[in-house]
């Protein structure tokens, strides 16, 4: 099945990114549905099912219609910026490991094709704080990280809590010019998704390190 829901990618814009979301969906079939229906005006390139199976959806060279309203590193149009990948999940459940044994080997290949940097593969949390929590606080990041797949930070010893810092370093690294709330939210859904609270010294070193190895 292939989606009908994509166009040409814009002002001559290629991948530079992988977006990952999950489809809140029970079944990948209702997912699949969904994602090729033309009055829901929303697909991605790819489908990975629970039980590993990948569903291309999109052509690659194609703009597909998943990231909607965002922005990251100070651009917008992310959708003809990036490739979108659907995980069948429903949000709540841990991810199955023969969809993250495929996931990792459809990234490999993504990421070999369009020479797209671990940094690019990024959450749809990511680059829209403000209205989404995809692929969410069950996701294994650090899995990913390990097979040069995505990046996990390795921080410097605890220092100071400056929020100042801490929002200069966040929107360095690629995060949207949000509210505080929502970058520290967002940051920590990717990379301390167990913690809560106000702003501590551990989310400053974070955003410090991942503003110094990766910022603009």
Sequence with gaps: MRSPNHGPRRDGLRPELV??????MTECAAAEKALCDPAREVSAHYLVSRTGEVIQLVDEKARAWHAGAGNWRGAGDVNSR??????DNDGVSPFAAPLMDALEGLLRGILERWSIPPE???????MAP??????????????????????????APLGTVDSDRFRAD??????PDVSDDLLLRA??????????????????????ELAARYGR
């Design 19 to 24: 977006v990952l979301h999950y489809t809140a």
């Design 187 to 208: 940051l920590r859904l990717r990379f301390r998704p167990s913690v809560s609270g106000p702003l501590d010294a551990a989310d400053c070193a974070i955003a410090a």
């Design 120 to 126: 690019g593969v990024i959450a749809h949390s990511d």
């Design 82 to 87: 990036s490739i979108g990948i659907e995980l």
């Design 170 to 175: 966040a929107l360095a690294f690629g995060y």
């Design 130 to 155: 403000e209205r989404k929590s995809d692929p969410g606080p069950r996701f294994d990041w650090q899995r990913l990280a390990r097979q040069g797949l995505a990046i996990w930070p390795d921080p």
